[in-house]
């Protein structure tokens, strides 16, 4: 097993760790040893079970109690934990702390997925990929929820629970599985054209990846950097793989579907195992505000690229992946990734569909993960003490030694923080206009970028 120094996500979840049970009594649920855990409890061996058998309903009921509802998309992942360490300060872009320190090590997990497929379904099929980073900063905790693609398939999410019925199987018999070449899917994107540069994407190799660890990653959406002076850039999120980018042929993932399944889940198993940690570099793409509305698309449209050739990216940093997951259930399928999940020195843009996924995530989470105390998860829990008046709720873990759960109150118990002093707020933007249902003129423009990359592999 392959060995590095614990950082401050390591240690915390080591408290939440049992370690190895070689040599301990079995226990029921409440720590009760057991003296026998074949047989249950009857009148004579050959007598009816007894109600009163506590271990045996102990052992049952867990057992049929263990699934939770899978994602509804990215069902099918993978992750690995690690740290990111930037080269050199970006203060002059932004004050978030884990870009300005290049002295700071932030622990990060990283999730891979497919998209479509559900949680049995092979590695290797054609399909979009997750690239879920979650920083577990000083600040808090920041997740950059994007994909291997620069773009998506639509620009509004009021359409993406219909993008999603569309690609998933068929709901008449529940087929294909895993894929999207199926007549649903392209009734819906031959009357969708705003998703015809994705369609590219998807249709090309950039599906096909030949491993996570050669795999890059987007933050899709801009976003924006705010610094200390209060200047505001707009910001495009790339993740560059160190080993470079490679693809397999529609021909090998037909083969290796069929012949290993768990093709990717092992192969970034087994390279993190042996000491060959993969490593990304994180990139930006930075927009000055007064250029905004320069390009002759919509920079908060998500199905369009800023062109390189426009606006070079700028690699800052470097994340590597330095230790797999010891329970995987534990932590690859409980942690929840929120795009709302900021840090100061980073802001939302008025990309609608960036808008609707910040309302989504946080909606999901308390589905799959049975309330809103999820974040209390330790998976998912930042390395900072978190002090509110939020309390109750299903799975609350955090015992409140405060007499009072409201501000403001006269006991000093958690109050807001001043931005100077390190609180988030929101960068001060003017906003004006009709209340209407329309699109930016800019959006219209479904073709021009498809073409881009039509010719580009060429």
Known sequence: MSHH???????????????????CPVMTSWGVKVSNDDVSLKPGPRGPGLLEDFHLLDKITHFDHERIPERVVHARGAAAHGFFQVYKSQEHLTKAGFL?????????????????????????????????????????NFDLVGNNMPVFFIQEAMKFPDLIHAGKPEPYNEVPQAQTAHDNFWDFISLTPESMHMIMWAMSDKALPRS???????????????????????????????????????????KVSGLDPD????DLWESIESGNFPEWELGLQIVEEEDENKFDFDILDATKIIPEELVPVQYIGKMTLNRNPTDFFAETEQVAFCTRHLVPGIDFTND??????????????????????????????????????????????????????????RFGTPAPTPAADGGFESFRAKIEGMKERLKGPKFADHYSQATLFFNSTN
């Open 100 to 140: 300005c320190d290049p002295n700071i090590k932030t622990p990060v997990f990283l999730r891979f997925s497919t998209v479509l497929g559900s949680r049995g379904s092979a590695d290797t099929v054609r399909d979009v990929r997750g690239f879920a980073v979650k920083f577990y900063t000083q600040e808090g």
């Open 263 to 266: 093709f990717h889940r092992k």
């Open 352 to 409: 609608p569909l960036l808008q609707g996924r910040n309302f989504s995530y946080q909606d999901t989470q308390i589905t799959r993960l049975g309330g809103p105390n999820w974040t209390e998860i330790p998976i998912n829990r930042p390395l900072c003490p978190v002090f509110n008046n939020q309390r109750d709720g299903f799975m609350r873990q955090t015992i409140s030694k405060d007499r009072v759960n409201y501000f403001p109150n």
């Open 212 to 254: 996570y660890r050669m795999m890059q990653g987007f933050g899709v959406h801009s976003f924006a950097l705010v610094n200390k002076e209060g200047k505001r850039r707009f910001v495009k999120f790339h993740w560059r793989p160190i080993l470079g980018t490679h693809s397999m042929t529609w021909e090998e993932y037909q």
């Open 5 to 23: 120094h614990q950082d401050d996500k390591d240690k915390q979840l080591n408290g939440f760790s049992l370690g190895s049970g070689k040599g």
